[in-house]
C-alpha cells in the first residue's frame, strides 16, 4: 500500500485483528453484488469504502423516486438513470482507487456463472425467490462463499453460505426451492428505511471478514432482526445431507 493508502485505511490497520494484512487482503480482493437497491446500496458503499480492489454491481432496474428513501447510492437527479451506472457514479466518487463494473442486466445462466467464478465473495442483495437460488447455485458450484441479506417491513435477516467449508450448509438447505412460496417484496408490503441500511451493512461486514480471513461469520447461523422492538436473535443451520444443490459434495 502507498502512503495514501495507508492513511485512507489507518482505521482497520489500527485494530489489532484486522491490521496491515488484512487490510492488504482486501485491497486485492473481488466482490460481485448483485442488486444495487436498499441493501446493495450501503453493502456496496462500505466495501467501496474498505477498499475492495474489484467491485462488480449488477443491476438492470433504473431509478425511481420511491426508491430514494432507502437506497442511498442513489440521488434525486439520477431518476431514470441506471441504478448499476448510478451506483459506480457514486462509488468511484467515494473512492477513486478502486474498481466498480456496473453491469445492467439481470445475471443469470454462464453470465451469472462466470460473474461468480471472478469473484471472491458474492453479496445477494437482491428481493426474489427465483434470484436468490440461482446464485445460490452458481456459488455452490463454483464454491464462493455467499452472503445473503433480505429486509422486508420490520423484519431483516442475514447469513453467510461459504462452500468452501464441507460442512456449510447452502441457502437451499434452509429455504428449499418451491413454487408455490409466497413472496412479498417492497413495493406492495412496504419497508423501514433503516432496516435495509442495517442488513446491508451486516453484509459488508460478513464480506469484509471473508475477504480479510478474520473472525467468525455468520457460516451455519442466521441472523434475524425485528427492528420494530429492535430485538435479534440466531437460530442455527445444519446442512441437509439430500439438498439437490449442494448434497453431492460430502
Not at 451469472?112 to 447455485?137: G, K, M, P, S, Y
Amino acid at each position: 500500500m502507498n502512503d495514501q493508502q495507508l492513511l485512507r485505511y489507518a482505521r482497520h490497520i489500527l485494530l489489532d485483528e484486522f491490521g496491515y494484512e488484512a487490510q492488504e487482503k482486501v485491497c486485492a480482493a473481488s466482490a460481485l453484488i448483485v442488486g444495487a437497491g436498499g441493501l446493495g446500496s450501503p453493502a456496496a458503499a462500505y466495501l467501496a469504502a474498505s477498499g475492495v480492489r474489484r467491485l462488480v454491481l449488477a443491476d438492470d432496474d433504473q431509478v425511481e423516486l420511491s426508491n430514494l428513501q432507502r437506497q442511498i447510492l442513489h440521488t434525486t437527479d439520477r431518476i431514470g438513470h441506471h441504478k448499476a451506472e448510478s451506483g459506480r457514479t457514486m462509488l468511484q466518487a467515494l473512492n477513486p482507487e478502486i474498481e466498480v463494473v456496473a453491469l445492467v442486466e439481470r445475471l443469470s445462466g454462464d453470465a451469472l456463472l462466470e460473474q461468480v467464478r471472478q469473484a471472491d465473495v458474492v453479496l445477494d442483495c437482491t428481493d426474489n425467490f427465483a434470484t436468490r437460488h440461482a446464485i445460490n447455485r452458481a456459488c455452490v458450484s463454483c464454491r464462493k462463499p455467499l452472503v445473503s441479506g433480505a429486509a422486508i417491513r420490520f423484519d431483516g435477516q442475514v447469513s453467510v453460505f461459504d462452500m468452501r467449508r464441507d460442512d456449510a450448509p447452502c441457502y437451499h438447505c434452509l429455504f428449499p426451492e418451491a413454487e408455490e412460496a409466497v413472496e412479498l417484496n417492497c413495493a406492495t408490503s412496504g419497508v423501514f428505511a433503516p432496516l435495509v441500511g442495517i442488513v446491508g451493512s451486516l453484509q459488508a461486514a460478513e464480506a469484509l471478514k471473508i475477504l480479510a480471513s478474520v473472525g467468525d461469520t455468520l457460516a451455519g447461523r442466521l441472523l434475524l432482526l425485528d427492528a420494530f422492538s429492535m430485538q435479534w436473535r440466531t437460530v442455527r443451520v445444519a446442512r441437509d445431507p439430500a439438498c439437490p444443490v449442494c448434497g453431492h459434495y460430502q
